[in-house]
């Protein structure tokens, strides 16, 4: 069965302090790692990675994606408190049919950030 | 098991134009899911259908609006199109236990506005 595990599953740092959150994959027909970020209600997307070792960047927010160990980090610097939400790992999949996509997400990362 | 299908395929709109976007969920799922996905990048989430209401929605401005019907299908509505609205949109379906979890994309509608 597919599956996308993300750790850890909540974590509490300070200002300024660095995280780094994981995500790790079994899926078949990989074709796409995503990563979100959840606030309120609904996720807001942060990248997308489809090839391994290329570091995507964003601000203080920084990701990358090995495809043959199959797991993502999501990087954060930095932090500030509005940094606090839970960070989504997903992964999509496409059917041998290429016609629809599965996308598998894992159970996120609770990130608070205290001041 | 037809899986989730959306049409048109494709669409040309102009400025100012309104379209309405179809999607019929996999067999077994009662939840819809919408997505505005640009070139190279992933997917946006523009809001989430269940029960016939909108459940959840993302940052899209009220131009986007939605609809679900009782057969669970779904329709996604832009109002007075504007040219950054030209996109990949993309429905998932998924059953409410499994909540965001594990969703099923369609092939998308490819939405071109000049």
């Known amino acids: 069965e597919d599956k996308v595990v993300q750790s850890p599953l909540s974590l509490v740092v300070h200002e300024g302090d660095t995280v780094t959150l994981n995500c790790s994959y079994e899926?078949?027909?990989?074709?796409?790692l995503l990563w979100y970020k959840q606030e309120k209600k609904a996720p807001t997307f942060l990248f997308m990675l489809?090839?391994s070792g290329i570091e995507k960047k964003s601000g203080r927010l920084s990701s990358i994606l090995d495809k043959k160990e199959l797991f993502s980090i999501l990087n954060i610097t930095a932090t500030q408190t509005g940094d606090s939400a839970v960070y989504l790992c997903?992964?999509?999949?496409?059917?041998?049919?290429?016609?629809?996509?599965?996308?598998?997400w894992g159970l996120g990362t609770s990130l608070a950030v205290n001041p | 098991d037809a899986g989730v299908t959306q049409s048109p395929t494709h669409l040309i709109k102009t400025r100012g134009q309104q379209v309405t976007l179809r999607c019929s969920p996999k067999?077994?799922?009662?939840?819809v899911s919408w997505y505005q996905q640009a070139l190279g990048q992933g997917p946006q989430f523009i809001f989430q259908?269940?029960?016939?209401?909108?459940?959840q929605r993302g940052n899209f401005p009220d131009r986007f609006s939605g609809h679900q019907f009782p057969n669970y299908s779904s329709e996604l509505n832009v109002n007075a199109l504007l040219l950054g609205d030209s996109a990949l949109y993309l429905c998932?379906?998924?059953?409410?236990?499994?909540?965001?979890?594990?969703?099923?994309f369609g092939p998308g509608t490819r939405l071109t506005v000049t």
């Open positions: 997903a992964v999509s999949s496409e059917f041998v049919s290429g016609n629809n996509r599965k996308l598998i």
């Open positions: 067999s077994g799922h009662d939840t």
């Open positions: 489809t090839s």
């Open positions: 899926v078949t027909n990989f074709r796409s």
């Open positions: 259908y269940y029960e016939e209401e909108e459940r």
């Open positions: 998932a379906s998924s059953h409410r236990d499994r909540g965001l979890y594990e969703q099923y």
